[in-house]
């Protein structure tokens, strides 16, 4: 048994450690914070909660609780201390205010009244009375003493799993108004907290007096404490808190009482917004209200402390919400006092989806018209983007913290602004036959005529690392399809990605839809956007293997159109010609190696090793300086071979590839269907019947015969632009342009038809006639 430790001062309020383990003094050189943050200002952005060392978690009475008000959540509770735990261990100072008391106290003395009347019953009325037992109604008081002791008890339980000890405090209003009392208070938190100890904090209720209406706020420098929410505050600025964490049974602030109709979550609220607030009833147990907890949350924050309202009783997020909320996620309401200069990353979507509708009203030639402008704008501004491009390589080669391949897919040249203008002139014209053209049209009855015509899909997201010339092709693809478009660039680009961002808006304000392409340069995380499901329909990631996956794994709620990695085959036949073969996989290879259509692995067949051709691909490739990595069978035919593949699923993006030898066409079929990603994979053979079954088995989104891998690209295909190759099995697959953002609605035109009409005691039929449609047909 570990020794309690003694109280050292008689203080006027209550204070009660646990003896369940040892006390740790913490180390400051093994913290990993470095110095604590100067308190008197609050966090500005989310993304800085992560210097959070002081924390205050506050946990309302909804939190605690189970749904019938008698007893604890304990699987909720137990989620909630573990994250409390962890960052306690990670060197943060982490305090809890809970309630739960006057619960667990009408639990055990519901149980106690029962067993007593039971047993009354049992003795003067025999059993047959007991099932008219009734439980008066318990007096809050009596049951916060009573649950008190178990309460701590519980917290003292599940911390224990983490070592880390706990102490209670109970306090009142008088305990904060005294100002011995108040240093006493404050002298015992910092010593506990300088000693590793989490306390756990809680008015006592046993003596509380009842709370007085519209005391909430006195002032800036008085609060009373009524309630657990002002009691998080008062104790968050007097200990010069960081971050005050205060968890409800809502998701957060709305601008209304939630689950009414209009209601908006709230992200970041800022002193002076209270009048745009409609507050509804308070929850279903203690004795605040969202009011009382804005109020208490404002007062905070004017103290200098970060405040963050969220939700701690959905089972989805409980177990990582405290966790989330440091990491500087979007979860939850933020307040904040830094008001940005923008609009939020939620008002440009509503800006973009109110735009884009009037986007995909205009014209057929009003929209390539705009697309024409942002062609003519990449030529006669080049002086100016290839500026900002040069800040930006230069910024990117002083940090170094881009790779190669990514240097290169961020530099911008004249050729490739001059190729850009091309491919959108070029999509201009093929905007003329998109959306509003009818792909159906059906005789369902006499009178009553159906259409299948080709809509925009609504919001799209595009989130694109280091490549600025993806912002203008993208945008030209969603002006031409009538799409809203939020862009999402790297900030490796941030200086290109303005600039052709201002030139792409100043096309569209041709027609007055400026606002229909935005750019997100907030602080957002990729991760954040993700979530925005009710605002964004569809989700196209450029970039790495890593950023598409991530991204895919985030967006759970809003599909996603992309490839995760680009592992592209060329496999060399025996009946291959050397000139072909030569020059094919140094272009697929050596033309743009950080392409996702460049070559990574080539197989060549067996017969091939220790001849002419063999020995030429590979002088070739020594020429080009392109590193080889030798497979497992490639490996076991040489004495000395480069260096062995780490795997075969490898994405190298740079001048590296890996030889891999096959038995057979067939084999080679079955190595790309093992190892490859479903991109694009070639074979270079004379042999037509070799090559026609490769073409037809092997499943990927791309295949050629005798061509370079990289033709894989929407503008060498005539789609005049692309948002990237899909790898995906529905929807669109490959070079994704322009008829890959259009989705399809349905049009029925009638006279009065109803289905009644066509029952057995109807007058109407079903006639299902096909109706041809004129090529160029526009709804």
Known sequence: MFARLASCSPLPFRTRQSNVCPVYIRAFSQAKFSLPRPHGKSFAHRSELKQAKRIVVKLGSAVVTRGDECGLALGRLASIVEQVAMLQNQGREMMIVTSGAVAFGKQRLRHEILLSQSVRQALHSGQNQLKDMSVPVLEARACAAAGQSGLMALYEAMFTQYSICTAQILVTNLDFHDEQKRRNLNSTLHELLRMNIVPIINTNDAVVPPPVPNSDLQGVNVISIKDNDSLAARLAVEMKVDLLIALSDVQGLYDSPPGTDDAKLIDIFYPGDQQSITYGTKSRVGIGGMEAKVKAALWALQGGTSVIIANGTDPKVTGHVITDIVE????????????????????????????????????????????????????????????????????????????????????????????????????????????????????????????????????????????????????????????????????????????????????????????AIQLVSTREEVEDLCRLDKMIDLIIPRGSSQLVREIQRAAKGIP???????????????????????????????????????????????????????????????????KIHAGPRFASYLTFSPSEVKSLRTEYGDLECCIEVVDSMQEAVDHIHKYGSS?????????????????????????????????????????????????????????????????????????????????????????????????????
């Open 679 to 779: 991109h694009t994979d070639v074979i270079v053979t004379e042999n037509e019947e070799t090559a026609e079954q490769f073409l037809q088995q092997v499943d990927s989104a791309c295949v050629f015969w005798n061509s370079s891998s990289r033709f894989a690209d929407g503008y060498r295909f005539g789609l005049g632009a692309e948002v990237g190759i899909s790898t995906a099995r529905i929807h669109a697959r490959g070079p994704v342009g322009l008829e890959g953002l259009l989705t399809t609605k349905w049009v029925l035109r009638g006279e009065g038809h109803t289905v009644a009409d066509f029952s057995e005691q109807g007058s109407m039929k079903y006639l299902h006639e096909n109706i041809p449609v004129p090529q160029g047909s526009f709804n």
């Open 328 to 515: 500087g996620k979007k979860v939850g309401t933020f307040f904040s006092e830094v008001k940005p200069a923008g609009p939020t990353v939620e008002q440009q979507t509503e800006m973009a989806r109110h735009a884009g509708r009037t986007l995909a009203s205009l014209l057929p030639e009003q929209r390539a018209e705009i697309i024409c402008c942002l062609a003519e704008l990449l030529t006669e501004k080049k002086e100016e983007i290839l500026n900002a491009n040069k800040k930006d390589m230069e910024l990117a080669t002083t940090l170094g913290r881009l790779s190669q391949p990514l240097i290169s897919r961020l530099s911008l040249s004249t050729a490739k602004l001059n190729s850009l203008a091309i491919g959108l002139r070029q999509l201009a014209v093929s905007s003329r036959n998109s959306v509003g053209r009818v792909l159906r049209r059906t005789r369902v009855a006499n009178n009553l005529e159906l259409e299948q015509i080709t809509v925009p899909i609504g919001v799209l997201l595009v989130i694109f690392e280091s490549r600025p010339d993806c912002l203008p092709q993208v945008s030209a693809l969603a002006i031409a399809s009538g799409n809203a478009l939020l862009l999402k660039g790297g900030k490796e680009a941030s200086n290109t990605n303005k600039i052709l961002h201002q030139l792409t808006q100043e096309a569209l304000s041709i027609h007055g839809v400026a606002d």
């Open 560 to 626: 996603v159109l992309g490839h995760s990695e680009g592992i592209c085959h060329v496999y060399i036949d025996s009946d291959a010609s050397i000139d072909k073969a030569l020059d094919i996989v140094k272009d697929s290879k050596c033309d743009y190696p950080a392409a996702c259509n460049a070559m990574e692995t080539l197989l060549i067949h067996r017969d091939l090793l220790r001849t002419p051709v063999f020995d030429q691909i590979i002088d070739m490739l020594r020429t080009e300086q392109v």
